[in-house]
């Protein structure tokens, strides 16, 4: 008869298998997280940051259709397949959008996309801008159609690549900006929590000036020293976040170290370093963890906030914020579809964090 393990991590794991939103939660991140590393291979525009323009067809709504006739560049750049896997192809060629084509005297005319119909000229192009290929050949090659669903946005750019490959900076920001403020938070809040005194002290002077200052200005601050750029958002964001850190692992630190296991361990001659990382802190995960799932939700918010104002990720990599920024006039325009996809997605994004960060806590809640 097999025994059921009762070691408080598989009490925990049970206790997080049973509630739903907590699972449904995980699961949603999992493939957020999929999407963002894998985005160029779901995206319907595989270009680098999806950014294929179509002036002509800009601000459509969701499930717009239309022929496109790709031009494409006799240069073309070497690249490797885990290159564009990861980064997008680099294409050269030119994408037009047409609403008819015909044959004739061997020259291939188009009429691009207007919405005023008659407005807009044929335009010819010869077989030897193709290869010299067949005509059939050509039609089947460079000429198809096209469904955008979720619509273009005011640079015609297909709205559904742009959200996709814009997860990454979403998702990645937290993972890079809680690691930062994991490794600085821990480390000043245990030497403040196991040493006291005037460390104590200094510590949390510099954590209780911190703390003063709004995190937006700050995170403004720290990323106009840094400058603009993809990399710089992510830091800035996440050295405005350890102080909550540091104030949690203080806090349990101070309660931990008068445990007999400590005690003992002293009284073994092992080293502070030894005492703090290798018995206390392992002790003192769980609401660390706890914290962490928070500081997710929180970092995506402050990025888009940071996109929002124009000092987040630049033009043209895709930002959620950013996508807002852009089209929030459009809300008063009969097109609010532009503004509420990318704001669905961060809200999405943060409430999976907060619910599963809600159900971390009750799993690892040992009054319970």
């Known amino acids: 008869m097999s ?10 794991l049970q206790k997080f298998k049973r509630n739903f939103w907590g699972v449904l939660s995980l699961v949603y991140i999992i493939i957020c997280g999929i999407i963002a590393v894998f985005a160029y291979a779901f995206a319907p525009d595989d270009s680098q940051n ?3 323009m179509h002036l002509s067809i800009h601000s459509k709504p969701p499930g ?11 240069d073309k750049p070497k690249q490797s397949y885990i290159n564009k896997l990861f980064f997008g192809t680099k294409t ?7 609403s008819s084509y015909r044959i004739h005297d061997n020259q291939l005319y188009v009429t691009p996309y207007s919405e005023i119909e008659g407005s807009q000229l044929e335009k010819k192009f010869s077989r030897a801008i193709f290869n010299n290929q067949d005509w059939s050949q050509i039609t089947n090659q460079y000429i198809s159609a096209k469904k955008f669903h979720l619509g273009t946005d005011k640079y015609g750019r297909d709205l559904l690549s742009r959200i996709l490959v814009g997860a990454r900076i979403s998702f990645f920001i ?4 809680v690691f930062i403020s994991l490794v600085i938070g821990v480390f000043t809040g245990a030497l403040a929590g196991y040493y006291g005194g005037k460390v ?13 200052i709004p995190t937006l200005l700050l995170v403004i601050a720290i990323t106009l020293a840094l400058g603009k750029g993809f990399w710089q958002v992510f830091i800035a964001v996440g050295l405005t976040m350890w102080v909550e850190v540091a104030r949690v692992v203080r806090g349990q630190v101070l309660g931990v170290k008068k445990m007999q296991y400590v005690t003992a361990a002293r009284a073994l001659g092992f080293t502070d370093f030894r005492i703090i990382f290798k018995h206390i802190l392992p002790n003192i ?27 987040g990720a630049q ?14 006039s459009y809300i008063i325009l009969g097109k609010p579809y532009l503004a509420i996809i990318p704001g669905i997605a961060i809200m999405s994004l943060v409430m999976a964090f907060m619910l599963i960060g809600n159900a971390l806590r009750d799993a690892l809640d040992v009054k319970s």
Not at 200 to 212: G, K, L, P
Not at 285 to 311: D, K, M, R, T
Not at 317 to 327: L, V
């Open 64 to 74: 717009f259709t239309t022929q496109i006739l790709t031009l494409a560049s006799k």
């Open 50 to 52: 999806a950014n294929q």
């Open 315 to 328: 033009p043209p990599t895709p930002s959620w914020g950013a996508m807002i920024k852009d089209h929030y």
């Open 3 to 12: 025994k059921k393990s009762s070691s408080l991590s598989s009490l925990a």
């Open 92 to 98: 050269r060629s030119t994408e037009l959008p047409i």
């Open 174 to 177: 937290g993972f890079i900006a």
């Open 200 to 212: 104590d002290a200094f510590i949390m002077w510099v954590i209780n000036i911190s703390w003063s």
């Open 285 to 311: 995960l769980a609401p660390v963890i706890v914290i962490s799932a928070a500081n997710f939700a929180g970092a995506i918010l402050i990025e888009s906030g940071l996109s929002f104002l124009g000092i």
